[in-house]
């Protein structure tokens, strides 16, 4: 999936104009009783719906375990759009805007279109990135950034795991392209992303993201959080990760 076509799966649509297979979240539809006026203020709700997976529940093992996959995109990542859906009702603040600009304009105060909202844009990205056929490292253009900010491939990776070992309880290691065109690895608490102007201390477009959640490996991994990160790199999409190079 090009970068387009992933932002066009992460964006808000209009009810109804995407159907997805998987998706959980359909309730959101205008009556359709034209009749009724005062649903004409509702008919520009924003409904987010949960992106099918590329592959199998069980494509990954065993870097990622089929139950660990169904539970976290079937459970999870689908409890995340259903609850963004509704933090989003009658949300003036938000009304009209798509999941990035969402995200850039959401503040301390908004719990749950912050929590959700980026629950939803981050399992999105993290699952588009995945491949059964993925791991081995970049190629081109995200090689050469890869090269240019950090040295080399080894280098980012030492970085980048470091990151995603040493986030505190929940979150997310991020590699991300900052505005001055450089590449840099971060983290996140909870459900923050660097799309968030408002809350991330290391803003910018986050290229490749990590749950490191317990819920994303406990019942594979137990508590050994370094070997599911050293294995998440057998399914990594290089070729996916470089298409959001922009
Ligand atoms: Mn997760």
Not at 218 to 240: H, P, S, T
């Amino acid at each position: 999936m090009e970068k387009r076509e992933f932002l066009k799966v992460a964006s808000v649509v209009a009810a109804g104009s995407i159907i997805l297979p998987l998706s959980s979240c359909t309730n959101n539809q205008p009556s359709g009783d034209d009749t009724d006026s005062k649903k004409e203020t509702t008919q520009s709700t924003q409904s987010f719906e949960l992106p099918a997976l590329a592959f199998a529940f069980d494509a990954l093992a065993p870097n990622i375990d089929a139950m660990t996959m169904e539970i976290h995109h079937g459970k999870h990542h689908a409890g995340y759009v259903r609850k963004l859906n509704a933090a989003l009702k009658d949300n003036a603040k938000f009304a009209g805007k798509n999941l990035e600009e969402i995200l850039a304009t959401v503040g301390e105060d908004d719990t749950g279109v912050r929590n959700n909202g980026g629950g939803h844009y981050n399992h999105t990205l993290f699952w588009d990135n995945m491949s059964p056929t993925g791991g081995g490292k970049p190629s081109g253009d995200l090689a050469n950034a890869i090269d240019g900010s950090f040295g080399d491939f080894d280098t980012f990776k030492n970085q980048f795991s470091t990151a995603a070992k040493t986030v505190f309880g929940s979150g997310w290691a991020w590699l991300c392209k900052g505005a001055d065109g450089k590449l840099f690895v971060s983290s996140t608490p909870n459900q923050d992303n660097p799309l968030m102007s408002n809350l991330a201390e290391a803003k910018g477009t986050p290229l490749l993201g990590l749950d490191v959640w317990e819920h994303a490996y406990y019942l594979n991994y137990q508590n050994k959080r370094g070997d599911y990160i050293a294995n998440y790199f057998n399914v990594i999409d290089w070729n996916k990760v470089g298409s959001r190079l922009g």
